[in-house]
């Protein structure tokens, strides 16, 4: 099994900057993809970015030339650059582990954007 930490979310204001980072505890040997993920009040949770352990990525077109994702072993951090009031969500960190991919949460972090 494995548990993630996040943190890093916060109260920025239009154009400015975060970084969150999640940290990855447990059988961390087995965990393949890690990412982000984000439900914004009264919607579905939707992918925001995503990292292979091959260095592959994905990203949601909404956040394309913003945010970039990057992994150290067992953390996973995304850089969120001109934020926007849309970008304001909980954030959850996200690891696909061992053959079957079973999928493991963190308890989010919140990112609220101020117009």
């Known amino acids: 099994q494995v548990r993630l930490v996040e943190s890093g979310g916060d109260l920025v204001q239009a154009g400015g900057s975060l970084r969150l980072s999640c940290a990855a505890s447990?059988?961390?040997?087995?965990?393949?993809?890690m990412g982000w993920y984000r439900q914004a009040p009264g919607k579905q949770r939707e992918l925001v970015a995503t990292m292979t352990s091959a260095g592959s990525t994905n990203y949601a077109e909404s956040v394309k030339g913003r945010f970039t994702i990057s992994r150290d072993n067992a953390k996973v951090y995304l850089q969120m650059n001109s934020l926007k009031p849309e970008d304001t969500a909980l954030y959850y960190c996200?690891?696909?582990?061992?053959?079957?991919?079973?999928?493991?949460w963190g308890q989010g972090t919140r990112v609220t954007v101020s117009s």
């Open positions: 447990g059988s961390i040997s087995r965990i393949n993809a």
């Open positions: 996200n690891v696909q582990w061992g053959t079957a991919r079973i999928n493991y």
